[in-house]
């Protein structure tokens, strides 16, 4: 059966090393210098700060994918589009800001899903369950944005905005 951490809040130190090698080893956040790194430092930051931006799916016990955003702020957001800043530099920007309850704007950070489960619409539905949970209380709805690193990926972002009734923006 397929779950959602959203909805469980089941989410170990464990797992975070499980979907960060899943980045590793997609994305290349341990060689390319540009990305947001996926170190102990920043799992820890990601655990004791923002657990709420991470969704962890699993198909019973196994994780099998997982979606991960970030709050941001308007100039930051601006930078990294305009291609002023990386994404390693937004983050440690992100890093100083406290807007993750009422966030004005949200980045679709990275999702990943194991090749066999892809598809079926998860990555898009673990993010949907996450920004409503965020929002849900908030005054403000935010302006999502994202840097689609695949064509699956640039769909994701634009179905996420579709069912969340939010704007996206995107780095070329």
């Given at each position: 059966?397929?779950?959602?951490?959203?909805?469980?809040?089941?989410?170990?130190?464990a797992?975070?090393?499980?979907?960060?090698?899943?980045a590793?080893?997609?994305?290349g956040?341990?060689?390319?210098?540009?990305?947001?790194?996926?170190t102990k430092?920043?799992r820890d930051w990601?655990a004791?700060n923002?657990?709420?931006?991470?969704?962890?799916?699993?198909?019973d016990?196994?994780?099998?994918?997982?979606?991960?955003m970030?709050y941001c702020?308007l100039k930051?957001?601006?930078?990294?589009?305009?291609?002023?800043?990386?994404?390693?530099e937004?983050?440690?920007?992100?890093?100083k800001?406290?807007?993750y309850?009422?966030?004005?704007v949200?980045?679709?950070?990275?999702?990943?899903?194991?090749?066999?489960?892809r598809?079926q619409g998860l990555?898009t539905?673990?993010?949907?369950?996450?920004?409503e949970?965020i929002?849900?209380e908030?005054?403000i709805?935010?302006i999502?944005?994202?840097?689609?690193?695949?064509p699956?990926g640039?769909?994701?972002?634009?179905?996420i905005a579709?069912?969340?009734?939010?704007?996206?923006?995107r780095?070329?």
């Amino acid at each position: 059966m397929i779950t959602f951490s959203s909805d469980t809040g089941n989410i170990r130190r464990a797992d975070l090393e499980v979907t960060a090698k899943m980045a590793e080893d997609y994305f290349g956040t341990d060689t390319d210098l540009e990305q947001m790194p996926t170190t102990k430092e920043v799992r820890d930051w990601v655990a004791e700060n923002i657990p709420e931006y991470l969704n962890i799916i699993r198909d019973d016990q196994t994780i099998i994918g997982y979606a991960f955003m970030l709050y941001c702020s308007l100039k930051l957001m601006n930078d990294f589009l305009a291609k002023k800043i990386n994404e390693r530099e937004m983050f440690e920007g992100i890093k100083k800001l406290r807007e993750y309850k009422n966030p004005k704007v949200i980045y679709l950070c990275a999702t990943f899903v194991k090749e066999q489960y892809r598809g079926q619409g998860l990555s898009t539905t673990a993010y949907v369950k996450m920004i409503e949970k965020i929002i849900k209380e908030g005054k403000i709805k935010p302006i999502l944005f994202d840097w689609a690193f695949t064509p699956e990926g640039a769909n994701i972002g634009k179905k996420i905005a579709e069912k969340t009734h939010l704007v996206l923006k995107r780095r070329d």
